[in-house]
DNA sequence: GTTTAAAAGGATGTCGAAGTCCTTTTATGG
DNA sequence: CCATAAAAGGACTTCGACATCCTTTTAAAC
């Protein structure tokens, strides 16, 4: 069994023509007679013929594929990203290349280099948490490869992007709590160098002052995590305790379901005692216990505008656009946790 | 912005030598002078040269990529599968091209094309729900192309496969809840063209029949999916009360879970008056209320299985090695829902 | 009957890398 | 001093598709 792909000139020899009245005869170019075409196309229908999509692109220096770079495919935010960007490449002809940098930094300057080796002809990057050194993408950036950064974005490079606004969406989770009578809010925060960290701490902030609530430093943990909950459960309890909590927004989702699990361990009531929203909306608030409320990040639609910018600027070429930066802002998803 | 990719061409134009002699020193020929060599390295590294990975395939006959075809990435599952993969393919010199066929087979057709079109050197198959005509995978097998089938295998296409224990899993399952003092269990199916569909069923009349149960085909009910549930409510309660059901085996943990919650809004009791166990585990069923006994589906090592049967394919070209199918076993993983 | 052009198709070069073969220069042996 | 070979590097070809340029045949025009 060995590779036995039919080419241009295997077509040709047999049919005795020439390879190039072969090509021309399938792309009804008028200098072949009706005739002519007919036998090559029913000629190679009947052999499969396909063209080598490798020799393609070495000849029209274009090769229709993407690159993705993401940092875990296994979360549903990131899957979600890949439809969304799948579904508009699809219909444009175009290929994607995904690479997971499994949020190593390695990793993901060895997938940066594949992409341009295999002459992509755009990347999507979202940049891992491990990545301080940002020279292989501007690598990528300086051979003339257009880039889009979507969620994980990377300052220092200017290029187009699309975020999701995670100040409003804290904002508009922590609101929510109060607006259904909470008083004394805990937030579980990422860490504080993540831009997703700080931000989403600094929504929590701007929405008690707002709704003229003094911010207690106490009533800010960092927790970001399952694992973490339950190893923070007893200190959370007696934070819990002493401060009358009865609302909790945590930074993500499985930890805000984390939390409700080791606080009905304790006999905690939710939403009735404490209530408790999330951040994400992935699958697993519909499947938690009660069902959670959260704020809904876009994945698909991230996806999907990431791809529409990168379109924007390969079905443009040397036009110069300005970079535009794409913000989603998240929207309340209530369920029965609050 | 333009495309600038430096050429072993554009490097001996620069350097003042023909391409075959930059070519040469680049790769350590011996005829080549070490002081030149030296030059263009240097050189080479200087501009960053990489040499052009669609150049290379087209003049090596070989991509060095594999192509997978996976139904939906954002199953667990699924994602699992990838990681398993991509770590051996990454060590011996592979990319993989991803596909998801959103579990169409038009997708899975046209997926299966272009991985055709640019001459993977492998294809890793997983085939949707919605594929009864396997004439796009044949063509691949005819083309020469090796393939392996994992976990939705195509039984008329002999190759290697990589297929957990679906008979021995949906044993284990239902003796679970028979030990656990079932009698009347539900099994809650996928389509029986599937493979697992009718594998799990079978293992769950194995299960009854080994512990001295009659089956009852009423208690088979079509059901695979979150939504298929909630529309199968009102049957399903009739059923259960009807017959008296005290256990339900899933076919998958989506399934379960969703019916767990169908059960607990219609005010019933798991695992006290009814227990149920799903397969899969995926991170959901430590999630679910309450966690999910279920049958944990080894995702990782699936990915590496087939990818090993692959690379052993590919790295012994020509010779004939008899096609080996690989049974992975799932194991019981309790939880509290039983 | 010759000019002219349209119709039909073939020959050649290119994309980038690299293997095969060939040429030039220099050193060594007899 | 010539023969021979090693050292060093260039020319040519191939992978597959296709665009550009070139050739042959035939029919129309004068």
């Known amino acids: 069994m060995k590779s036995n792909h039919v080419t241009l000139k295997d077509i040709a020899r047999i049919l005795e023509l020439s390879p190039s009245t072969v090509s021309r005869a399938l792309k009804d170019h008028p200098d072949i007679n009706e005739e002519t075409k007919k036998l090559v196309k029913t000629f190679a229908e009947k052999v499969n013929y396909r063209p080598n999509a490798l ?75 491990t990545t301080r050194d940002y020279n292989h993408l501007r690598n990528a950036y300086d051979n003339g490869i257009p880039m889009v950064f979507f969620d994980r974005i990377v300052e220092e490079i200017k290029t187009d992007r699309v975020i999701t606004d995670d100040f409003q969406g804290a904002q508009i989770a922590t609101s ?28 929590y902030l701007k929405a008690l002052e707002d709704h003229g609530i003094k911010a207690d430093e106490d009533l800010i943990v960092k927790c970001d995590t399952r694992e973490y909950v339950f190893s923070l459960q007893q200190h959370l309890m007696k934070l819990i305790e002493q401060k009358h909590i009865d609302g909790i927004f945590a930074v993500n989702d499985s930890t805000a379901i984390a939390t409700m699990q080791a606080l009905q361990s304790e006999g905690i009531k939710i939403p009735d005692q404490i209530k408790v929203i999330g951040f994400g909306d992935g699958p697993n608030a519909d499947i938690a216990y009660p069902p959670l409320s959260t704020v809904e990040q876009k994945g698909y639609e991230t996806g999907r505008e990431a791809m529409r910018l990168l379109l924007q600027r390969l079905e443009n070429p040397g036009i110069e656009i300005n970079f535009s930066t794409k913000v989603l802002t998240p929207t309340l998803k209530q369920r029965q946790s609050t």
């Not at 690479?99 to 190593?104: M, P, R, V």
């Not at 259904?180 to 809010?185: L, T």
């Not at 925060?189 to 701490?201: D, E, M, W, Y």
């Open 176 to 203: 929510h709590l109060i607006e259904r009578g909470c008083k004394n809010i805990l937030h579980l925060a990422a860490p504080q160098h993540l831009v997703i960290g700080s931000r989403r701490k600094e929504g």
């Open 55 to 129: 020799a393609l692109s070495l000849r029209r220096q274009k090769t229709n594929t993407i690159g993705l770079i993401i940092p875990e495919i296994v979360h549903h935010f990131f899957s979600s990203v890949i439809s969304g960007i799948e579904d508009l490449a699809y219909g444009e002809g175009y290929n994607v290349m995904i690479c997971q940098s499994n949020e190593n930094y390695q990793r993901e300057v060895i997938d940066t280099q594949a992409l341009i080796d295999h002459r992509v002809d755009g990347i999507l990057v979202s940049v891992s948490k």
